[in-house]
């Protein structure tokens, strides 16, 4: 079992900033392929970005690519979501998620392949 808690969200301007944090409870946190994935109200949940368990691989987004950065650091069972040039359609509660590494270096990017959720934060830009 793995618990997630993410924080770092809250209210931007358009073309901001926020990195999201996600500290995971279980000490075999490299064991682990991560995701950020993102809910607007009245919408799907989807992906934005995946990082492998090492952290030589990652995976975005089109929406995202070239303004958000994932990084993970396994010493602190920490994952983050740097955001950059915020922009209003970026609202949505931001939930970080787990998966058990099955293939090295295979960043996984499908909602049902993750097995653990944290209970989100929310992220407004206002614009």
């Known amino acids: 079992q793995v618990q997630l808690v993410e924080s770092g969200g809250g209210l931007v301007q358009a073309g901001g900033s926020l990195r999201l944090s996600c500290a995971a409870s279980?000490?075999?946190?490299?064991?682990?392929?991560m995701g950020w994935f993102r809910q607007a109200p009245g919408k799907e949940r989807t992906f934005v970005a995946a990082?492998?368990?090492?952290?030589?691989?990652?995976y975005y987004a089109n929406s995202v690519k070239g303004r958000f950065t994932i990084s993970r650091d396994n010493a602190k069972n920490t994952v983050y979501l740097q955001m950059n040039s915020l922009k209003p359609e970026d609202t949505a509660v931001y939930y970080c998620?787990?998966?058990?590494?099955?293939?090295?270096?295979?960043?996984?990017?499908?909602?049902?392949?993750?097995?653990?959720w944290g209970q989100g934060t929310q992220v407004t830009v206002s614009s």
């Open positions: 998620a787990a998966k058990p590494t099955v293939v090295a270096g295979l960043v996984p990017f499908g909602l049902n392949e993750y097995d653990y």
């Open positions: 279980r000490r075999t946190f490299s064991n682990y392929d």
């Open positions: 990082i492998s368990w090492s952290g030589d691989s990652t």
